[in-house]
């Protein structure tokens, strides 16, 4: 068993439509959680950055954490044609040995116009 | 705002040639990371580096090395290369290691294995 699972999806939205994108994990050192946006052929691209647990929000979106458990997930309000892509979340430890980051698979996702 | 910048962003080695990979972080960032991403794969960590010393060790591969120089770039060496070495290499780069750090990511380099 992976540490992170995630659905891979696809998933197909309409426009204007709220998204849940979400992830579990087994590992209990992690610390920081992290959600990346990849576009095809493209470098991740950091979304939201979250320590512990709590919520954070920027603008469309929202970054949920709840360790006890071992639960994160991601909402984007709203939803545009241009969220189109695939979803990763990431984690991490805060010890030596721990910095580097264990993604789950990613999500796919579709907004149609 | 300046980003993390790899290249070459496309390279084609036959099977046992050698590849050298470049990374230069985010100015003032002084760890960078190594990531290998295949077909259809989340990205799986290699290799880490903070203030030029090897910090943590992934899944690397005993062909492959990598160093970090004193202007905090990184690259990465790879020998007697496989079909199986055919992925996306991602450096990504933070400030510090404190708190897991922020890792930001350069566009990647396609690397393809004939």
């Known amino acids: 068993q992976k540490e992170v699972e995630q659905d891979p999806g696809p998933l197909s939205v309409p426009e204007g439509a709220i998204v849940s994108l979400n992830c579990t994990y087994s590992n209990s050192a992690f610390q920081y959680f992290m959600w990346y946006r990849q576009y095809s052929r493209k470098g991740p691209e950091l979304l939201m950055y979250?320590?512990?647990?709590g919520n954070k929000e920027d603008g469309r979106f929202t970054a949920q954490v709840d360790k006890s458990s071992k639960y994160i997930s991601l909402f984007i309000r709203d939803s545009q044609p241009s969220d189109s892509a695939t979803y990763l979340c990431a984690m991490s430890g805060s010890g030596a040995g721990s910095y580097q980051l264990t993604f789950g698979k990613g999500t796919k996702l579709s907004v149609i116009p | 705002a300046a980003g993390v910048i790899q290249s070459p962003r496309h390279l084609i080695k036959e099977k046992r040639e050698t590849a050298t990979l470049k990374c230069y972080p985010i100015p003032r960032h002084d760890t960078v990371y190594w990531y290998q991403q295949g077909p259809g794969q989340d990205p799986q960590f290699l290799i880490s580096f903070y203030e030029k010393m090897q910090s943590d060790k992934g899944s690397i591969p005993d062909r492959f090395s990598a160093q970090q120089f004193s202007d905090y770039h990184s690259e990465l060496n790879m020998s007697s290369l496989e079909l199986g070495d055919s992925a996306l290499y991602f450096c990504a780069s933070s400030l510090g290691r404190a708190g897991g750090g922020e890792q930001y990511f350069g566009p990647g380099t396609r690397l393809t294995v004939t």
């Open positions: 979250t320590y512990s647990s």
